[in-house]
């Protein structure tokens, strides 16, 4: 299995921006979709963005669509989640996971997570 390290997160003021990464530590020669959920206090964790291995197949939810964009560079092994424009509701623990599909969203079938990185927006 893949293992993944993010980056990137801290505080910040409401509509400002950062840029999350989620590293391969461990690889597989397969290719693996990405995606970035989140988890805010008290809440579940939720879906935020998904990329397929090729990137020709990316979704978000409604709530980051138009403010956040998620792209990868396989040849470095990582992913990035660029966030703009961000509310003080996207204060979470940020999740990068990869899936042994090549294309995947739900939840259920990311399989590797990284230990999450904390994004605070301020108001």
């Known amino acids: 299995q893949v293992q993944l390290v993010e980056s990137g997160g801290g505080l910040v003021q409401a509509g400002g921006s950062l840029r999350l990464s989620c590293a391969a530590t461990?690889?597989?020669?397969?290719?693996?979709?990405v995606a970035w959920f989140r988890q805010a206090p008290g809440k579940e964790r939720e879906f935020v963005a998904s990329?397929?291995?090729?990137?020709?197949?990316?979704d978000y939810s409604d709530s980051v669509k138009d403010r956040f964009t998620i792209s990868r560079e396989n040849a470095k092994y990582t992913a990035y989640l660029q966030m703009n424009d961000l509310k003080v509701e996207d204060t979470a623990v940020y999740y990068c996971?990869?899936?042994?599909?090549?294309?995947?969203?739900?939840?259920?079938?990311?399989?590797?997570w990284g230990q999450g990185t904390q994004v605070t927006v301020s108001s």
């Open positions: 990329i397929s291995w090729t990137g020709g197949t990316i």
């Open positions: 461990r690889r597989t020669k397969s290719g693996y979709a």
């Open positions: 996971a990869a899936s042994n599909r090549l294309i995947a969203s739900a939840e259920v079938d990311f399989t590797s």
